[in-house]
């Protein structure tokens, strides 16, 4: 079972060692997981995968995600953070 199919899990796995991290990732997934695409899903539960370091620079502007789905993913996160 993916993440995704579970609620409660996908939330405690956006749980992070870094306020800034939770500060992200919990609104985003409340308010706006479910309106993604299966691919971008998926895409998400594999950047919950990395760490917390590389997770920080990336969303802080201190390094981009080699990774071009994940990078795109960082990006629409924060695109969605500066609508707000």
Excluded: Y
């Excluded at 609620?7 to 405690?12: F, I």
């Excluded at 969303?59 to 953070?81: P, S, T, W, Y």
């Amino acid at each position: 079972m993916s993440l995704s199919e579970n609620k409660a899990r996908l939330r405690w796995a956006c749980r992070r060692g870094m306020l800034e991290l939770d500060i992200l990732f919990m609104p985003f997934v409340d308010e706006a997981f479910d309106d993604l695409s299966d691919k971008q899903k998926a895409t998400f539960e594999r950047l919950l995968e990395c760490e917390d370091p590389e997770l920080f620079a990336w969303f802080m502007g201190h390094e981009i995600c080699k990774d071009a789905e994940l990078n795109d993913m960082v990006q629409h996160i924060l695109n969605r953070v500066k609508k707000s």
